[in-house]
């Protein structure tokens, strides 16, 4: 089978599709399939052992929409089938183009990415559901239902998406769940000497991921702040960083905030390991790569209840579980955490194998049935 993956980012950016491409890449390739990639990037990304054809970020909106459509429709002409994490709207018009199947890896509602990108609406994807919105935000609508409708498959990593991808008009059949896979995981290194190598001294919480606002991570300062003697370390970037800076000073959290920047997956697994918890404030969710990633090292996880959380993150059992956009509750279940020996040791102990059966063999097994069936229509 000859797959194209797409992906609107790949390493060295930050991100779970940065992280599943090359995974479902590797996988495949280790099967014995032909693979190419297109995605957008800064600079040119590193080889690997099958093409990557990139198109450069620098290029102006439209010139961009437009190439990457026509990049994936001429590389899709030599492909059984393409299987999409991003850009759903050129990877539609590049395979309809060169008369290929697509399948789609969601992560999110594409309309409303859209729409918070362009600055047209606030609040979260719950909220954007149940709004009528304007002419603009009707179209963005139609055109996500009408890219994924034209989809021979449709992925969501989570319950909670999945029934809105079937709200918007996927036919069920055609909608199936395929949760984040746990990471290959390194042989990893005592965490007494994590701790020692990153300066981690006392209740340590750990982020790993882009700094956006769907993360809320003022939320998770706003905690901290309110939480005597723990530190919050945040791995990652985005167009958040600098105002999260200036959040950390007002706040007066000197070095019990530590911004590192963005670091590759190993060292981010080596912070998870090291930390006491990992940390999730976010305003919405689908299914982070993070708490999964979190999980399989043995840390366990502080989270608001949102989308798909709850589906990985059982509260009293592997994690915690707060409300959205309450920093009280997050710094109450911080100081419950911290204070309760007992609560550390249940959690982290139920940790690793509460995501055991998000396998990568078993997840991209799975995937590759469907893109094989696709491939055959």
Sequence with gaps: MRVLVVSGIWPPDVGGPASHAPDVAAFLRSRDHAVEVVTTAAAPPAEEEYPVHWIPRSLP??????????????????????????????????????????????????????????????????????????????????????????????????????????????????????????????????????????????????????????????????????????????????????????????????DRVRFLGPMPRSSVLDLFSAADAAVLSSAWENFPHTAVEALAVGTPVIATAVGGLPEVVADGENGLLVPPGDPEALAAAIRRYVGDDALRSRTRA?????????????????????LSEAARR
């Design 61 to 254: 909106k439209g010139v961009i929409h437009v190439r990457t459509a026509a990049e994936i429709a001429r590389r899709a002409r030599a492909a059984d089938v393409v299987y999409t994490t991003g850009m759903f709207g050129r990877s539609a018009s590049g395979a309809v183009l060169a008369r290929r199947p697509f399948v789609v890896k969601l992560t999110a509602d594409p309309a409303f990415e859209r729409a918070r990108r362009r600055g047209m609406v606030g609040g979260d994807v719950d909220a954007f559901q149940r709004s009528s919105g304007d002419a603009a935000i009707r179209v963005l609508r139609l055109a996500r239902n009408a890219e994924l409708r034209r989809a021979a498959h449709v992925f969501t990593p989570s319950a909670y998406l999945r029934e809105l991808a079937v709200s918007w008009g996927v036919t069920a059949d055609r909608v199936s769940v395929l949760p984040n896979p746990t990471p290959p995981l390194p042989p990893l290194r005592p965490r007494d000497e994590l701790r020692s190598e990153l300066g981690l001294t006392g209740p340590t919480l750990a982020f790993a991921g882009r700094l956006t606002a769907q993360k809320s991570l003022g939320v998770a300062l706003d905690a901290v702040a309110a939480t005597d003697g723990v530190t919050l370390v945040i791995a990652g970037d985005g167009d958040e960083r600098a105002g999260l800076e200036r959040r950390a000073g007002e706040l007066a959290l000197g």
């Design 350 to 370: 139920a940790a690793a194998a509460s995501v055991e059966r998000f396998s990568p063999e078993r997840i991209f097994a799975t995937l590759e049935g469907v």
